[in-house]
């Protein structure tokens, strides 16, 4: 598949890397099945789709014992992202606290390297900003495991470019992870068309920049997650979400809002049928075609679904595709 650069110094990654974390929580969590979930990050290997994104809270750690257990056997083609500075507090709720406290980082750093079986995490996260530590000292603790050779490269998660130049004056940061689809468009900035509701870690209002044009200034990867909505943008979905699935309480999917949503996906059915290709193809193009720094990262659970979102990153979506998809309305609700 297509290749793009993990930030100016990182390394070849496929166009789309593959997120994991719905392999082990957050959807149909009653269906997990560690035996296929392993088939997919085997697929994605095999493909090309080498950079793996998980995280110590996925799951409290199963996330990680679960891309490790594939990653670890196949270590020089996977590129490994993980996440530190969240802690759950109880599974079942998912209910999870913020800690950027430099110890706390320091032991979550060790905790992943055990649960992944390597013996050193290419792309190492700050999952979010600790509000009651100073972002620096968060920063300058992960900058040590990157000197202490433990970790290769430093990202973020959810911030904003303010909150960035801050990070990059310590360590530079190599790639930043944000939620971007064609229905949550906050990280375009203020003149991104219709953005969605923020939920970065600045004052109510505030606008968090153009965090996608901060990245290719700085030689920074921008890594959306939920690039197809939480599945909402494939049209595939129906309305009945298990008790556990994070989209049965998601406001974007609740009866008040998922008409009004439907506006954005009849666009997007519209050039898909246009194009002849699937729905959820256009939505990928749409956000891989928003610049060459950017490495969406879909998850699956599906060898099948894996191959089809493989084939978005050949698709080129001409002038009247992109303008009718960049005009669609903001997504009614709010994202959490």
């Not at 759950?88 to 606290?97: Q, S």
């Not at 995490?121 to 600790?130: E, G, P, T």
């Not at 965090?211 to 943008?233: I, S």
């Given at each position: 598949?297509?290749?793009?650069?993990?930030?100016?110094?990182?390394?070849?990654?496929?166009?789309?890397?593959?997120?994991?974390?719905?392999?082990?929580?957050?959807?149909?969590?009653?269906?997990?099945?560690?035996?296929?979930?392993?088939?997919?990050?085997?697929?994605?290997?095999?493909?090309?789709?080498?950079?793996?994104?998980?995280?110590?809270?996925?799951?409290?750690?199963?996330?990680?014992?679960?891309?490790?257990?594939?990653?670890?056997?196949?270590?020089?083609?996977?590129?490994?992202?993980?996440?530190?500075?969240?802690?759950?507090?109880?599974?079942?709720?998912?209910?999870?606290?913020?800690?950027?406290r430099p110890d706390t980082i320091r032991r979550a750093v060790q905790d992943s390297l055990a649960r992944l079986g390597v013996d050193h995490i290419d792309l190492l996260y700050l999952h979010r900003v600790d509000p009651d530590v100073p972002l620096t000292d968060?920063?300058?603790?992960?900058?040590?495991?990157?000197?202490?050779?433990?970790?290769?490269?430093?990202?973020?998660?959810?911030?904003?470019?303010?909150?960035?130049?801050?990070?990059?004056?310590?360590?530079?940061?190599?790639?930043?992870?944000?939620?971007?689809?064609?229905?949550?468009?906050?990280?375009?900035?203020?003149?991104?068309?219709?953005?969605?509701?923020?939920?970065?870690?600045?004052?109510?209002?505030?606008?968090?920049?153009?965090?996608?044009?901060?990245?290719?200034?700085?030689?920074?990867?921008?890594?959306?997650?939920?690039?197809?909505?939480?599945?909402?943008?494939?049209?595939?979905?129906?309305?009945?979400?298990?008790?556990?699935?994070?989209?049965?309480?998601?406001?974007?999917?609740?009866?008040?809002?998922?008409?009004?949503?439907?506006?954005?996906?009849?666009?997007?059915?519209?050039?898909?049928?246009?194009?002849?290709?699937?729905?959820?193809?256009?939505?990928?193009?749409?956000?891989?075609?928003?610049?060459?720094?950017?490495?969406?990262?879909?998850?699956?659970?599906?060898?099948?679904?894996?191959?089809?979102?493989?084939?978005?990153?050949?698709?080129?979506?001409?002038?009247?595709?992109?303008?009718?998809?960049?005009?669609?309305?903001?997504?009614?609700?709010?994202?959490?």
């Amino acid at each position: 598949m297509r290749r793009r650069r993990l930030s100016s110094a990182g390394p070849e990654v496929g166009a789309l890397g593959l997120g994991c974390m719905g392999m082990s929580w957050g959807y149909r969590e009653s269906m997990r099945d560690d035996a296929a979930a392993e088939r997919v990050v085997s697929a994605a290997l095999d493909a090309g789709v080498n950079l793996l994104d998980t995280a110590a809270v996925y799951g409290d750690g199963h996330n990680e014992r679960l891309v490790g257990s594939v990653a670890g056997r196949r270590r020089d083609e996977a590129v490994i992202a993980t996440k530190v500075g969240l802690v759950v507090d109880d599974l079942a709720t998912r209910r999870m606290h913020r800690d950027g406290r430099p110890d706390t980082i320091r032991r979550a750093v060790q905790d992943s390297l055990a649960r992944l079986g390597v013996d050193h995490i290419d792309l190492l996260y700050l999952h979010r900003v600790d509000p009651d530590v100073p972002l620096t000292d968060t920063w300058a603790a992960l900058a040590e495991q990157v000197r202490l050779g433990n970790v290769g490269m430093l990202g973020l998660s959810e911030v904003s470019c303010s909150q960035a130049e801050q990070a990059h004056a310590v360590h530079p940061v190599a790639a930043i992870q944000s939620e971007l689809s064609l229905w949550t468009r906050d990280p375009l900035g203020a003149a991104g068309s219709g953005r969605g509701s923020g939920e970065q870690d600045e004052p109510a209002g505030t606008d968090p920049g153009d965090v996608v044009a901060w990245c290719a200034a700085h030689g920074a990867a921008f890594v959306p997650f939920a690039p197809l909505g939480r599945g909402f943008l494939t049209g595939t979905l129906d309305d009945s979400f298990e008790p556990s699935d994070f989209r049965a309480s998601n406001p974007r999917f609740s009866a008040a809002h998922r008409a009004a949503n439907e506006r954005i996906l009849r666009t997007v059915r519209a050039v898909a049928e246009r194009m002849a290709v699937q729905p959820a193809q256009v939505a990928l193009a749409w956000v891989l075609q928003q610049g060459e720094h950017v490495v969406p990262i879909p998850g699956t659970t599906s060898v099948g679904h894996l191959l089809d979102n493989i084939a978005a990153a050949g698709l080129v979506l001409d002038a009247e595709a992109l303008a009718a998809l960049d005009a669609v309305p903001a997504a009614a609700g709010s994202r959490y």
